[in-house]
């Protein structure tokens, strides 16, 4: 069994350009784990566990997925939370953008038989942060208003990833199974 997403990769210049939130969110003192720079990415679709025999499946279903996607521009745009504003459970930065969800739409309907998604709509987000409990949530609701409107640049998406994911005591540790590019 190996634990499988998809996703887009986030630049090294949004990177860059994350770093003062990513300080802010650290000096909140909340009970928070940040994602770790080198594993920044915006999920297009998480396929969880999969068998060995299964996986061969999934990068004809990717290409069939972006067959006529062109690459395009993301802005990054505002930061928002899961579950709730009430019960913070992860932060995470706002991609708001047609194409994308598009994008993430085909996927999904290309990969359903898969993993059936549990949720209706597709949210174009890159998570920043896991949330582990209640501690200082008021700094937290104070940070996602001062930071709801921020944008945090543009980057060019013209490949997606097929991530391996291995769970360990650091944390999660991506490796590139596979890169799709987009023509």
Same mark, same amino acid.
């Given at each position: 069994?190996?634990?499988?997403?998809?996703?887009?990769?986030? *630049?090294?210049?949004?990177?860059?350009?994350? $770093?003062?939130?990513?300080?802010?969110?650290? !000096?909140?003192?909340?009970?928070?784990?940040?994602? $770790?720079?080198?594993?920044?990415?915006? =999920?297009?679709?998480?396929?969880?566990?999969?068998?060995?025999?299964?996986? +061969?499946?999934? @990068?004809?279903?990717?290409?069939? !997925?972006?067959?006529?996607?062109?690459?395009?521009?993301?802005?990054?745009?505002?930061?928002?939370?899961?579950? *709730?504003?009430?019960?913070?459970? +992860?932060?995470?930065? $706002?991609?708001?953008?047609?194409?994308? =969800? $598009?994008?993430?739409?085909? /996927?999904?309907?290309?990969?359903?038989s898969i993993r059936k998604e549990d949720h209706e709509e597709e949210v174009p987000h890159a998570t920043l !942060?896991? /949330?582990? =409990?209640?501690?200082?949530?008021?700094?937290?609701?104070?940070?996602?208003?001062?930071?709801?409107?921020?944008?945090?640049? =543009?980057?060019?998406?013209?490949?997606?990833?097929?991530?391996? +994911?291995?769970?360990?005591?650091?944390? @999660?540790?991506?490796?590139?199974?596979?890169?799709?590019?987009?023509?």
């Amino acid at each position: 069994m190996k634990r499988l997403f998809i996703g887009v990769p986030i *630049s090294e210049e949004v990177k860059r350009g994350l $770093a003062p939130l990513l300080e802010k969110l650290k !000096a909140t003192g909340a009970d928070l784990k940040l994602v $770790a720079g080198k594993n920044l990415h915006f =999920t297009v679709k998480f396929l969880g566990e999969m068998e060995e025999e299964r996986i +061969s499946e999934v @990068p004809e279903k990717i290409q069939e !997925a972006l067959r006529g996607i062109k690459p395009f521009l993301l802005p990054l745009r505002g930061i928002g939370a899961f579950h *709730s504003r009430e019960r913070i459970n +992860s932060i995470w930065i $706002a991609a708001p953008s047609k194409e994308f =969800t $598009a994008l993430m739409h085909k /996927v999904n309907e290309q990969l359903h038989s898969i993993r059936k998604e549990d949720h209706e709509e597709e949210v174009p987000h890159a998570t920043l !942060a896991r /949330v582990k =409990t209640g501690k200082n949530k008021e700094k937290l609701q104070h940070l996602l208003d001062e930071f709801k409107n921020t944008d945090f640049g =543009t980057m060019k998406v013209d490949k997606m990833v097929l991530y391996g +994911s291995e769970l360990g005591k650091e944390g @999660p540790v991506y490796k590139v199974m596979k890169e799709f590019l987009m023509k």
